[in-house]
Nanobody, 127 residues
Framework: QAQLVESGGGAVQAGGSLRLSCAAS????????MGWFRQSPGKEREFVAT????????YYADSVKGRFTISRDIAKNTVYLQMNSLNTEDTAVYYC????????????????????WGQGTQVTVSS
């Protein structure tokens, strides 16, 4: 069983930046992929970004492309989400997720494609 622990959320003004972290522990995966999702009040959880662990290749939702960067530190088993130029629409609970059998051919953008989830961290952007 894997455990994912997020950190780094908080409150920031529009235009500011935050960096989220997600530390994975409990097991190792041969074909790991990780992702970030978010959920705003009254809305469904939505995909934000994903990274293929073996190659570091990434994919983003259009709404965050050019502003957010997902990366990983293999030695620390940690994935990051650097969020720049934040706006009020980015306010949400952000969740880290891990897939233990990530495809080598396409990126995972759906919740059901992930096996493990973190507890979530709140990001609040004020105008």
């Amino acid at each position: 069983q894997a455990q994912l622990v997020e950190s780094g959320g908080g409150a920031v003004q529009a235009g500011g930046s935050l960096r989220l972290s997600c530390a994975a522990s409990g097991r190792t995966f041969s074909r790991l992929g990780m992702g970030w999702f978010r959920q705003s009040p009254g809305k469904e959880r939505e995909f934000v970004a994903t990274i293929r662990w073996s190659t570091g290749s990434t994919y983003y939702a259009d709404s965050v492309k050019g502003r957010f960067t997902i990366s990983r530190d293999i030695a620390k088993n940690t994935v990051y989400l650097q969020m720049n130029s934040l706006n009020t629409e980015d306010t949400a609970v952000y969740y880290c997720a891990a897939s233990e059998s990530y495809s080598n051919f396409y990126y995972y953008t759906r919740e059901r494609q992930y096996d493990y989830w973190g507890q979530g961290t709140q990001v609040t952007v004020s105008s």
